[in-house]
């Protein structure tokens, strides 16, 4: 499994979920082309802030892709149908 790092995007990881060998899902250009692929799912917050946001990353947990939630459990729960091809398994982040 490929842990994330703690902070994407000068956001604080909260929850994550990685892919494996196959991924989520692809993000497409407008084009239709492929822009990339997403194996790693976090839900992440900025400090100060109540919004919540899920990250689409790349194999490297490169933000490909973000949506903005009221709570984790919004975000985690619609998702959006291109990210199906793997189930989810969502993972706190565990904070040391």
């Not at 839900?43 to 490297?60: A, E, G, H, L």
Request: hydrophobic fraction near 35%; include cysteine; charge should be negative.
């Amino acid at each position: 499994m490929n842990k994330p790092p703690e902070i994407i995007d000068n956001a604080k990881v909260l929850f994550w979920a990685w892919s494996g060998e196959k991924p989520f899902g692809i993000v497409h250009y407008e084009d239709g082309s492929i822009a990339a692929e997403i194996y790693g799912l976090a839900i992440c917050q900025y400090n100060d802030s109540d919004t919540v946001y899920r990250f689409s990353c790349n194999k490297k947990w490169e933000t490909e892709q973000d949506g903005e939630y009221r709570s984790v459990k919004e975000a985690q729960e619609k998702l959006p149908d291109q990210y199906r091809n793997v189930p989810v398994q969502w993972i706190k982040f565990e904070w040391f």
